[in-house]
């Protein structure tokens, strides 16, 4: 299986603060098609995941241009400018190019 | 608009199987996407199970062996999840999902 090695783990953050999360793949995540299927997750408390960012770089429907997806192979990065309280809770990342998909361990962004 | 919503038990006991529904609406799932079976284990760890694609193949994750199935209803546009010989391991909280799409949660109990 491919690990997917996140991070931090945690991460505490004041109001308007960047961060950026790491997620580092043990194998190239490029498909045969030439397309890269990592996709970044937040679970907010209390709520199911959501979907942030696909394909690497590509913002999901109605997530706010402070999120930020960058990386290749095997070497990804989520930042978030200009932290908000409603971006609080655990982010995943997700590979769906080998199977089976696997997660990152989840970094948990926390108010400071 | 898609949602998507798991029903089923939330108690199990062991050496029993485990059944849950996810009806789907707002979109046919015969028209597209990947219908996926992703737990979530106490504290953060997550796992993707297998899925049922639009045209009706599955695929799991090897973890899960001989005792997974997923299989669907197409006529009520529903989705289910088969798992066979539960121990106290599969105690997590169940999604139905789709990455961009994802269910509220049925959180599942395998205990006598």
């Known amino acids: 299986d491919v690990v997917m090695t996140q991070t931090p783990p945690s991460l505490s953050v004041a109001i308007g603060q960047s961060v950026s999360i790491s997620c580092k793949s043990s194998?190239?995540?490029?498909?045969?098609?030439?397309?890269?299927?990592l996709h970044w997750l937040l679970q907010s408390p209390g709520q199911s995941p959501k979907l942030l960012i696909y394909?690497?770089?590509n913002l999901g429907s109605g997530v706010p241009d402070r999120f930020s997806g960058t990386g290749s192979q095997k070497d990804f990065t989520l930042k978030i400018s200009r932290v908000e309280a409603e971006d609080l809770g655990v982010y995943y990342c997700v590979q769906a190019t080998h199977f089976p998909w696997t997660f990152g361990g989840g970094t948990k962004l926390e108010l400071k | 608009e898609i949602q998507l919503q798991e029903s089923g038990p939330g108690l199990v006991k062991p050496s029993q199987s485990l059944s849950l529904t996810c009806s789907v609406t707002?979109?046919?799932?015969?028209?597209?996407?990947?219908w996926s079976w992703i737990r979530k284990f106490p504290g953060n760890k997550m796992e993707w199970m297998g899925y049922i694609s639009y045209s009706g193949s599955t695929n799991y994750n090897p973890s899960l062996k001989s005792r997974i199935s997923i299989t669907r209803d197409t006529s009520k546009n529903q989705f289910f999840l088969q798992l066979n010989s539960v121990t106290t391991e599969d105690t997590a909280t169940y999604y139905c999902a789709s990455l961009g799409y994802w269910g509220q949660g049925v959180m599942v109990t395998v205990s006598s």
């Open positions: 194998q190239s995540l490029v498909y045969s098609d030439g397309k890269t299927y």
């Open positions: 707002g979109y046919t799932i015969t028209s597209g996407y990947d």
């Open positions: 394909q690497v770089s």
